[in-house]
């Protein structure tokens, strides 16, 4: 029983003499991942640096002295949302 991870009824449940507290191996193997799965974070990081780049141009223009405009949070989390869904 990994008793970092585990809930604490069920190690309460579990009679002491029972249990062996052992680090779980399967943490450490989903840490590994292999080169499909590192170049798809690579290609997410960059797809969301160049929203969050456009997001910032639209929110610079959009907060000028000259547009008036008036945003609420959520008309900001709203674009960006859009801007990550594209």
Known sequence: ????????????????ASILEKTSPIP????????????????CHIR???????WL?????TLTEENKEELTEVDVADKLEEYNSR
Request: glycine share 4%.
């Open 1 to 16: 029983m990994d008793v970092a991870t585990c809930n604490l009824a069920l190690y309460r449940a579990v009679p002491k």
């Open 57 to 61: 141009a639209w929110l610079s223009e």
């Open 28 to 43: 450490l193997k989903k840490a590994i991942k292999n080169k499909t799965e590192i170049e798809g974070f690579r290609n």
């Open 48 to 54: 969301d640096g160049a929203a969050k780049t456009a």
